[in-house]
């Protein structure tokens, strides 16, 4: 399955700018992150299998929103066999118990908290949290919505700062079908 081919084109996201919807294909050979791990393993669990972290295939879309100057984007990691059904178990798993971490960023130490929310009814299984992050008296909320379709499982991601952050839920449901119908063929 060609995951590039299953991202979204100029012109098919109305939100986004024209030519702002950059796709990239990630090497296995691309270096890993430079920063330490999150405290909570747990929580480590859910960002790793959230950004399709050890998934054998991934492809990262970023997204630049009309009328917005926080971006959106989405993950597609393909996982083989039962692999990506393992994965989401996990992340599931780990959302029972994640309610916290601390960890180091570009801006130095921050400690984030996770608050799961209603699973959308998209794909085979579908999760949703988000992550408050207390910056200068205000909060960056970052929204999460993880589908699993198949042996695909595809990560979809806003951003905003004293305000909720949500991702275009027709775009989701969109990116799912084409995910379906490219494992049914």
């Known amino acids: 399955m060609d995951l590039k081919a299953l ?26 992150d430079a920063f330490p791990p999150v405290s909570d393993p747990d929580c480590r669990r859910i960002l790793d299998i959230s950004r399709g972290e050890n998934a054998p295939a991934v492809v990262d879309q970023i997204f630049n929103w009309k009328g917005d100057i926080y971006p959106g984007g989405s993950t597609l990691a393909a996982y083989k066999g039962e692999d990506a059904e393992h994965a989401f178990g996990r992340l599931r798993d780990g959302l029972q118990s994640c309610k ?21 009814h998209v794909g085979d299984q579908a999760v949703s949290f988000r ?39 027709e775009l989701i449901e969109k990116q799912v079908t084409r995910l379906r119908n490219a494992q049914r063929t």
């Open 7 to 32: 991202t979204f084109h100029d012109g098919e996201v109305p939100q986004a700018w024209e030519g702002a919807i950059d796709v990239t294909v990630r090497d296995d050979t691309a270096d890993t």
């Open 131 to 169: 992550i408050e992050n207390p910056i200068d008296g205000r909060v960056r909320t970052d929204q999460y919505v993880v589908v699993r379709v198949g042996t695909t499982i595809a990560t979809f991601s806003a951003v905003n700062v004293n305000r909720p952050a949500s991702f275009p839920f």
């Open 100 to 120: 916290s971490f601390t960890g180091t960023g570009f801006a130095g130490k921050y400690h984030s908290k996770l608050i799961p929310g209603s699973p959308p």
